[in-house]
């Protein structure tokens, strides 16, 4: 491995923390009223994962299945999410997010970009350029390592 790729592997391992955490952090304050922060982590998954399983969602969260499918029932009768058997194995049931959960989340990432936003704005332009610039060959890497690692 190179000097330079080992170098910016550490730099991305002080900086992205940093940064995730300000994201998960205003996602938190953003999200809609009521609903507590596995129940909103759960709609984030589910919403990434389109018809995850309750073990899913469950190993995600680290909590037991039956915890998860306490949270799971609170969010279906708010109309958040949905259960439906998979037509392949009438065993499993696959969540799917609903509009309105799509709705809940939707508002919580529009004020966290707000909020990343107002970050953001003391950064020159042409650093900001580079930001963007350099989200393409990141967004590329981390694709194909999720798509390899689900091979």
Same mark, same amino acid.
């Given at each position: 491995?190179?000097?330079?790729? +080992? =170098?910016? %592997?550490? +730099? ?9 955490? /300000?994201? $998960? ?6 999200? %809609? ?6 129940? /909103?982590?759960?709609?984030? /998954?589910?919403?990434?994962t389109g018809g995850t399983s309750l073990g899913?969602?469950?190993?995600? &969260? ?8 306490? #949270?799971?029932?609170? &969010? =279906?009768?708010?109309?958040? #999410? ?12 696959? &969540?799917? !997010? ?14 966290? %970009?707000?909020?990343? @936003?107002? !970050? ?10 580079? !930001? ?10 981390? !694709?194909? =390592? $999720?798509?390899? @690692?689900?091979?």
């Open positions: 491995m190179s000097q330079g790729v +080992e =170098e910016c %592997a550490r +730099e991305l391992l002080e900086v992205v923390p940093l940064v995730s955490r /300000f994201i $998960r952090s205003e996602m938190r304050r953003h999200r %809609a009223p009521g609903l507590s922060v596995p129940q /909103f982590r759960t709609l984030a /998954f589910t919403d990434r899913g969602v469950a190993e995600h &969260l680290g909590l037991t299945p039956p915890s998860t499918c306490r #949270i799971v029932d609170v &969010l =279906e009768s708010r109309a958040l #999410i949905t259960r439906e058997q998979s037509p392949e194995d009438r065993r499993k049931v696959k &969540l799917k !997010i609903t509009p309105g959960g799509r709705r809940a989340l939707a508002d919580a990432r529009r004020e966290t %970009a707000r909020s990343l @936003a107002g !970050i953001l704005s003391s950064v020159g332009r042409e650093e900001l350029e580079r !930001i963007m610039r350099a989200m393409a060959p990141l967004r590329a890497a981390f !694709i194909g =390592e $999720r798509v390899n @690692a689900n091979s």
